[in-house]
C-alpha cells in the first residue's frame, strides 16, 4: 500500500484529516467534461453539500462546472470560490427568507421549488425587490431507487418535491404571480444510485411528464434530473472514476428533450468521492475477549457516514506491510456507534501506524462536528503539502 500515498509528508501532519486527491479530482471533472461536451445542451452544477471545502471548490469552478446549493451558506461558499450566480441553481423544502432574498440579490439561475407557500414566498420577496425569480418545479416523480433508505429521494413518501398530480395546477398558480416566471422542471431521485435502470425509469417519467404538459400547450427551458451517481466503495483503487459515459448516455438515449431544452445535472458524491480520504492513526491496540480492536483517533465527528447510514468505507493500514490480521477499527467517542468498520482485515497494525479510511471525499468533511469538543479535521490538498 505504501506508494499510493505520500506517507512522509502525512506524517507531519496532526491526524486525524482529510487528504484530497488533486491529480484524481482533476481526472474526475476532465472525465465529466470530456462526456459533456458529446451533448451541446447538457449542462453541470455540482452539488456543494458533497464537499464545500473552499479549494475543492475552487478547482471544480476552474472545470467549469455551475453550482447546485441547498442553502444560503452554500450559496455563499459557491459564489466565494468564483461560481458565477447565473450557474447556480438553489434547492431545498424549507428555503428561509434571508436564503431566498440571497437568491434574489444575486439573480441565481433557478429557485427549485418545493412547495405552493414556498412559491406564494418566493414570488412575495422578489416583487418587493422588483425582480422576477425563475423557478423550476422540484416533482417527486416516485421513481425509487435501489439505495440506502435514508437517501432515497423521490418515492411519493418522502418529503421533496411537489406531487406530480398537482404539478399543473402549481404551473398554473406561477403563471399567475409577477413575481416568478416558471422555466423548469427538477427532479432528484435518491443518492448512490449504481443501477442505471433508475435513472432510466426517471427518464421515463420525465417523458411522460412533458408530454402531459404539451398536451396541455404547455412549454418548459430546460430539465433539471438531479444528482445521485454513485461511486464504487468497494474498489477505489480499480474503479477511481465512476461510469459518466454510461451515466450521460442514459440521459442522451432515453431522454426526449424538445429542440432549444437544456439539460441539467447536480451530481455531488460522483464528483468528489474517491478525492478524498480520511487520514487517522492508531492510538492503541486492545485486544478484547473474542476480538481485537484497532482504535484511531478519528471518530464519527470526523466521519459520520458508518454511524450514519451503516457505510462501508475501505479502510487500509498505509504504514505497515505485515501480514494481515482481523480487527474491529473503531474512534474514540463514548457510543457504541462509533464504529467504522466491524472484522476487516488489516496489515497487522501497532500504535502509531496511519490508517486511510478511503473514499471519504463525499459527505465526509462537510459533515463533521464539534461533538464531544473535539476539532474539525483539516483538509489538505496533495499539491500543498
Ligand atoms: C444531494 C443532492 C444532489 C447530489 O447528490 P449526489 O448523490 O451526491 O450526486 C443533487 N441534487 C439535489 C437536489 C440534492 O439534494
Wanted: aromatic fraction near 8%.
Amino acid at each position: 500500500m505504501k506508494g499510493t500515498f505520500p506517507i512522509e509528508k502525512l506524517e507531519q501532519l496532526r491526524t486525524p484529516f482529510y487528504y484530497y486527491d488533486v491529480e484524481l479530482l482533476r481526472q474526475t471533472l476532465n472525465a465529466i467534461n470530456a462526456e459533456v461536451q458529446r451533448h451541446e445542451n447538457f449542462v453541470v452544477h455540482y452539488a456543494v453539500k458533497a464537499n464545500a471545502n473552499p479549494k475543492v471548490l475552487r478547482i471544480i469552478r476552474e472545470a467549469g462546472f455551475g453550482a447546485d446549493c441547498v442553502s444560503g451558506g452554500e450559496i455563499e461558499a459557491a459564489l466565494k470560490a468564483g461560481f458565477p450566480a447565473s450557474k447556480i441553481v438553489y434547492a431545498g423544502v424549507g428555503k428561509s427568507d434571508w436564503e431566498i432574498n440571497l437568491g434574489l440579490d444575486n439573480d441565481i439561475f433557478t429557485f427549485n421549488v418545493e412547495s405552493i407557500p414556498e412559491l406564494e414566498v418566493i414570488n412575495q420577496l422578489a416583487l418587493q425587490k422588483g425582480k422576477v425569480a425563475r423557478i423550476a418545479l422540484r416533482i417527486n416523480p416516485n421513481v425509487g431507487a435501489h439505495t440506502h433508505a435514508h437517501i432515497t429521494t423521490g418515492l411519493a413518501e418522502n418529503k421533496f418535491g411537489i406531487a406530480m398530480r398537482d404539478m399543473e395546477t402549481v404551473i398554473e398558480r406561477a403563471a399567475q404571480m409577477q413575481g416568478v416566471r416558471f422555466v423548469g422542471l427538477h427532479f432528484h431521485i435518491g443518492s448512490q444510485i449504481l443501477d442505471m435502470g433508475d435513472f432510466e425509469a426517471l427518464c421515463n417519467r420525465i417523458n411522460e411528464l412533458q408530454a402531459q404538459l404539451e398536451s396541455h400547450h404547455i412549454r418548459v427551458e430546460n430539465i433539471n434530473v438531479g444528482g445521485g451517481l454513485g461511486i464504487d466503495y468497494q474498489h477505489p483503487n480499480r474503479v477511481p472514476i465512476p461510469d459518466f459515459k454510461a451515466y450521460f448516455d442514459v440521459y442522451a438515449k432515453k431522454l426526449k428533450l424538445r429542440p432549444g431544452q437544456t439539460l441539467h445535472f447536480e451530481p455531488g458524491r460522483a464528483v468528489v468521492g474517491q478525492c478524498g480520504t480520511l487520514i487517522t492513526r492508531t492510538l492503541y491496540i486492545k485486544e478484547g475477549a473474542t476480538k481485537k480492536f484497532c482504535i484511531v483517533d478519528a471518530g464519527f465527528p470526523d466521519l459520520i457516514r458508518p454511524a450514519l447510514y451503516q457505510a462501508y468505507h475501505k479502510i487500509e493500514n498505509i504504514s505497515s506491510e505485515e501480514p494481515a490480521e482481523t480487527y474491529d477499527v473503531v474512534g474514540p467517542i463514548c457510543e457504541s456507534s462509533d464504529v467504522f468498520a466491524k472484522q476487516i482485515d488489516l496489515n497487522r497494525s501497532h500504535r502509531g501506524d496511519l490508517i486511510a479510511i478511503r473514499s471519504a471525499g463525499a459527505y465526509g468533511e462537510i459533515m463533521a462536528s464539534h461533538y464531544n469538543c473535539r476539532q474539525l479535521p483539516q483538509g489538505y490538498m496533495s499539491d500543498e503539502i
